[in-house]
């Protein structure tokens, strides 16, 4: 551990800083929302100051840049404009800088500054291609203290991405599993299966028409299976309208398996073993809205005398099941009723 | 059936921009390297509330021009702002410092609203400038030749910038609206990067992006696109009449701005619940000043002034029956994010060809 114990010793008062002159931050007499600075930071800054000025690039300055970053991790000037050149100028070795980074990302999660340093350390001719493996579970492990965090999504995707190596992907699909088992509302794992399964994550020889055809369905299958074990989760619905709609699939291929979702829960429901249509499960709270909704648009692409059937629908959603979006609703029967 | 509003704490809302432009706590150090934003949003709420003259002087108003053109810093890619004197040895001018994407907007807007006359803005090198932090990929970097974050936020900005200017030559436009698209999710939504998951924030800077470009070869939104982003936003409203920022999480003041000024240039302003959405930033407000993410939280100019901006777009839509104390605006724009005046002004004392009527 590097970090400073307190109380820290001023940069001020320590000889091996003795060479160096502080330099103070320069502000007119009436400073515009001024910040009341600690003497610690204030002392820190001053000599960051100073080794910009003097260009001075050394151990001592990473750390330096290292505890004005633990005092204000977005300071974008210690980061980027003098750790990372630094690092550089140094060669410093990027298995420790990696190992800081690990703790600071760990504490400052929600920092641009700690991401974008730290992406620009694993572009960093040293840092190997085999650094991407560990950094995916090094990802992982983050996500399971804050598994919404957009800054790690972020990371993982970016990575992923760059550097597009079959086995880094190989094991996304099962991820995003693990994920979705914690918590089959994470929005951010379910769009994180459309990333892998239809943008980024598309592998050479998968152009085929059969094998995506066989993919689409394993998703509209997989989704479904979420639906009946949790139907109001409207992450999922979206997933299941995206899969349809990036495929060019009617809404009307899943209308079988919506409709028992659009009505109450019957008396005396027993469980169905159906893989096609999964049935709601037990104790399932019906109707669902999204599942009318989803109807309602089926109803509205078929057109002709269906549209009546989503009018219908459109104003149980406004007048009852979704009062919050009634105004959205009168709208699209507004449309509906113009074609 | 409509219940009056609560009261909107105009007084507090103004002690608490004035004390935030007084000083600023230690606690909030973080906001060192981006000072330049909280100065925008405290003269911003200034500027909501219609307070600016009654509560500042004319030296005032001055010597807080004179201190955002302190940071006006000329570097070796161009001129713009910096967000403070965080790094500075002295007043120079010219030093190495680079100005900063974001903050320049937020400079150039806060001047706008002190109503400055620009007499002291370097056009050419500001044009050089944003021009020089365009990638090669069509996204903009906050600092020159790649410096700092890539992001939504920094080409917003840009396209900002260049809107003010009335003059788009310096940047690769096409380029960066082939970018945003890369953004777009199945969901209807802009992430942050290209990848990333759709939030409400990213949205309205790529939605505001699309519609402030000069017109291109094709429509920037097809009409299926249109319909998918306003059905995603639409549904961000919680029940409570909040937004949220992404689906499934918790409703916050700051996305009932994003996801509110989304619609309204989408044209979709109408399909929202506007009373419910205003009692939700009404309930957000700290009784002795600011307004909060959410009732219980602690108040922040950032969420102050979103909430009154996000007020500014709805209170004009509420029922007739409905009445609270006030929750009266001038008229706001939602693609700059200032109030209408502001921007009538900034759009005409920015322009490098001086065509200057009386605003």
């Known amino acids: ?339 | 059936m409509d219940d009056p509003l609560p009261p909107l704490f105009r007084d507090a809302h103004i002690l608490h921009a004035k004390q935030a432009l007084a000083r600023l706590p230690g606690c909030l150090v973080e906001v060192d390297a981006s000072r330049m934003l909280i100065i925008f949003y405290c003269v911003g709420i200034f500027d909501l509330l219609g307070v600016l003259e009654q509560q500042t002087n004319e030296m005032d108003r001055k010597s807080w021009q004179n201190w955002i053109w302190e940071q006006h810093t000329v570097g070796e890619y161009g001129t713009g702002f910096k967000p403070g004197p965080f790094m500075s040895r002295t007043l120079s001018h010219w030093d190495q410092e680079s100005p900063h994407l974001i903050m320049t907007y937020g400079a150039l807007m806060s001047l706008a609203i002190l109503r400055d006359d620009f007499s002291r803005l370097n056009r050419a090198g500001l044009q050089h400038f944003v021009g020089s932090c365009q990638n090669h990929n069509g996204s903009f970097s906050s600092m020159p030749n790649g410096g700092g974050e890539s992001d939504l936020r920094n080409l917003y900005c840009a396209f900002c910038i260049c809107a003010l200017l009335g003059d788009w030559s310096s940047i690769d436009v096409e380029r960066a609206i082939a970018f945003v698209a890369l953004c777009r999710t199945y969901e209807g939504g802009y992430g942050q990067l290209p990848g990333c998951e759709a939030q409400g924030g990213t949205t309205y800077l790529a939605i505001a992006a699309l519609h402030l470009a000069p017109p291109g070869p094709r429509p920037r939104l097809t009409p299926a696109d249109r319909a998918r982003s306003e059905h995603w936003l639409v549904h961000n409203q919680d029940a409570s009449g909040g937004f949220r920022g992404r689906t499934g999480k918790a409703p916050d003041t700051c996305y009932c701005f994003w996801g509110g000024a989304a619609l309204q240039i989408l044209g979709a302003q109408d399909k929202i619940d506007a009373y419910a959405f205003t009692q939700f930033i009404a309930g957000s407000q700290f009784p002795f000043g600011g307004i909060s993410k959410a009732a219980g939280q602690l108040p922040d100019p950032y969420h102050t002034y979103l909430s009154l901006a996000a007020a500014s777009l709805y209170t004009p839509r509420l029922p007739s029956s409905v009445k609270g104390y006030g929750w009266e605006f001038a008229p706001f724009d939602p693609l700059l994010n200032a109030r209408e005046e502001t921007v009538r002004w900034a759009r005409s004392f920015i322009p490098a060809q001086r065509g200057r009527q009386m605003v």
């Open chain 1, 1 to 339: 551990m590097t970090a400073p114990a307190a109380p820290p010793t001023l940069y001020s008062v320590r000889p091996e800083w003795a060479d160096v002159t502080p330099v103070v931050q320069y502000e007119k007499a009436n400073p515009l929302a001024p910040i009341v600075y600690t003497e610690e930071y204030k002392d820190a800054t001053d000599y960051l100051r100073a080794v910009v000025k003097s260009g001075e690039k050394s151990e001592r300055v990473l750390k330096l840049t290292e505890h004005v970053i633990r005092l204000n991790p977005a300071h974008y000037s210690a980061w980027w404009q003098y750790r990372y050149e630094t690092v550089v100028a140094l060669s410093w070795p990027l298995d420790v800088e990696m190992t800081l980074m690990d703790e600071l990302a760990d504490k400052y999660l929600k920092t641009y500054q700690v991401w974008h340093h730290r992406r620009l350390i694993l572009l960093l001719p040293g840092a190997g291609a085999g650094r991407a493996a560990q950094e995916l579970t090094y990802i992982a492990n983050m996500l399971q203290t804050d598994e919404k965090n957009y800054h790690t999504w972020a990371h993982r995707q970016w990575l992923l991405a760059f550097h597009n190596d079959d086995a880094l992907w190989a094991g996304e699909l099962d991820f995003v599993d693990t994920m979705l088992n914690r918590d089959l509302r994470n929005n951010s794992a379910w769009h994180h299966r459309f990333f892998v399964v239809f943008q980024s994550g598309v592998r050479a020889g998968e152009e085929d028409r059969q094998r995506i055809i066989h993919r689409e369905l394993m998703c509209v299958c997989h989704v479904k299976q979420h639906i009946s074990l949790a139907p109001n989760n409207a992450s999922a619905w979206n997933y299941l309208r995206g899969v349809l709609e990036f495929n060019k699939l009617p809404l009307s291929n899943v209308a079988t398996f919506v409709k028992p979702y659009t009505v109450p829960l019957p008396d005396g429901a027993k469980d169905v073993v159906d893989l096609e249509n999964p049935p709601p499960g037990q104790g399932a709270e019906l109707p669902c809205v999204a599942a009318i909704e989803f109807l309602a648009d089926v109803y509205e692409e078929e057109g002709g005398e269906s549209t009546h059937m989503a009018v219908e629908l459109w104003k149980s959603l406004g007048d009852e099941h979704d009062t919050i979006r009634k105004k959205y609703w009168e709208y699209r029967i507004l449309q509906a009723r113009s074609v």
